[in-house]
């Protein structure tokens, strides 16, 4: 099961743009990238997933480059309620057990 | 359409009592997942039930924890005997199985149950 790598914490302003990478060296052939987002004292609340190029939906977007080492997910326009910690994990087709980094705690500023 | 419900929301018992959990996953979804995350430490994943077998239990601590998933809908995690290390949040999750719109870890989690042993 892959490991992946992110940053520690991130911090920006109301109305950015807000980009956060996720490093998965040895992610697998048949692994999904998957961003969950956890407020505290809440479960974690899917995001985003995807497997190649980009994926969009109402809330984000998921780049994720030809060799798949590497993932960046992009918040539009946060706002404050955008404060959460972001977890990047992969994983998928027959083993569905999900392996928890630290997150990043991202902190958005008015 | 009713998310991932769990019980209690907390939970607080001596060392030594014992504990018992409930999941209410989304109805339809096969999948049920437990998870917990202790204290300073990273979420990690306990078990996985597809209907009312278990799948996967390679991250079940030790064999004072239970867990059920009898007819296949809500499931329970009992602790017994419970140890000062088994407080924290206990997670449940639920998901479609693989190829029905998804790859299987578009888990839903319900808000988790705090467990304090004292």
């Known amino acids: 099961l892959a490991k992946t790598t992110q940053p520690i914490s991130m911090d920006s302003y109301e109305g950015q743009e807000v980009n956060i990478t996720c490093s998965h060296n040895n992610i697998a052939t048949n692994d999904y990238i998957t961003w969950y987002q956890q407020f505290p004292s809440q479960g974690p609340r899917f995001i985003i997933q995807g497997y190649k190029t980009k994926v969009t939906n109402e809330v984000a977007s998921l780049f994720i480059p030809a060799d798949r080492k590497s993932s960046t997910l992009s918040l539009p326009r946060v706002s404050l309620s955008d404060t959460a910690v972001y977890y990047c994990l992969v994983g998928g087709g027959s083993n569905y057990q999900l392996i928890w980094g630290a997150g990043t705690k991202l902190i958005i500023k008015p | 359409e009713a998310g991932v419900t769990q019980f209690p929301s907390h939970s607080v018992i001596e060392k030594g009592q014992t504990v018992t959990l409930r999941c209410d996953p989304i109805s339809g979804h096969d999948n049920l997942y437990w998870y917990r995350r202790v204290m300073g430490k990273e979420i990690k994943f306990l078990l996985h039930f597809v209907k009312e077998s278990k799948q996967d239990e390679s991250g079940m601590p030790n064999n004072r924890f239970l867990a059920e998933r009898t007819g296949g809908t809500y499931s329970t995690l009992k602790v017994q005997p419970a140890e000062l290390e088994d407080s924290g949040v206990y997670f449940c999750?639920?998901?479609?199985?693989?190829?029905?719109?998804?790859?299987?870890?578009?888990?839903?989690f319900g808000p988790g149950t705090r467990l304090t042993v004292l």
């Open positions: 999750a639920s998901s479609q199985p693989s190829g029905r719109g998804g790859s299987g870890n578009e888990q839903f």
